[in-house]
């Protein structure tokens, strides 16, 4: 039992210089109170352990440069990409150099959702079928996607139609063609249940030079 007391006649252990049942003097300086240790007491005449404050906590601060990007990672949403300018340069074409497609001939449609509609048919190879990305579009469900080509050749004037291994066939004037034909004016050509009248513009006595001049 402790018999030691302080001024106020408080019971306090003999190791204390002040004792924690009276109310602080705010005038004196604040000195910890030392408590016993468990493995012996300090001496009276020694030197009094300071207590050491515990070190301030670090303050947890964001980088100025983007705290919005930070609290989008935080949170799990992923921020907006960044939009760029993407400079395009634009290439000069040799005009002398690329071949321009002249129109050498037309099929019009005399049937179906094709009649009266005219298609060009132009210098070179051209496209027949369903496919929307083909030359001349045949809307038909008998006509596969690459139906037939139709070719025009410059230097010998002709016009020539192949069947592309199609499932149902390419016809000129209701006959099926194995697996080419030249085709002469107004032949009638039929993919599907479409049929497609030829009227040539460039033959013998017609066509386009080397300066893009009808003659």
């Known amino acids: 039992m402790a018999d030691k007391r302080c001024e106020n006649g408080h019971f306090i252990d003999e190791s204390w210089d002040l004792c924690p049942y009276c109310p602080a003097d705010h005038s004196d300086p604040e000195i910890p109170i030392v408590r016993p240790t468990r493995f012996g007491d300090q001496p009276q005449g020694g030197p009094r352990p300071v207590a050491t404050p515990p070190p301030p906590e670090r303050a947890r601060t964001a980088p100025a440069a983007a705290p919005a990007t930070a609290e989008r990672r935080d949170s799990g949403v992923a921020p907006p990409p960044r939009e760029r300018t993407v400079a395009v340069q634009l290439q000069k074409v040799d005009a002398a150099a690329a071949q321009k497609r002249y129109t050498v001939a037309w099929l019009v449609g005399l049937n179906g959702s094709l009649r009266g509609e005219s298609f060009p048919v ?94």
């Open 122 to 215: 132009r210098m070179g190879r051209n496209i027949l079928g369903r496919d929307r990305r083909s030359d001349i579009v045949i809307n038909d469900d008998q006509a596969s996607s690459h139906h037939a080509d139709l070719v025009f050749r410059p230097e010998e004037r002709r016009f020539i139609l192949m069947d592309h291994n199609s499932t149902n066939g390419t016809y000129v004037n209701d006959q099926e063609i194995e697996p080419r034909r030249d085709l002469a004016v107004d032949d009638v050509v039929r993919i599907g249940s479409h049929r497609l009248l030829f009227v040539p513009l460039c033959r013998e006595e017609m066509f386009w030079d080397d300066e893009g001049a009808l003659k």
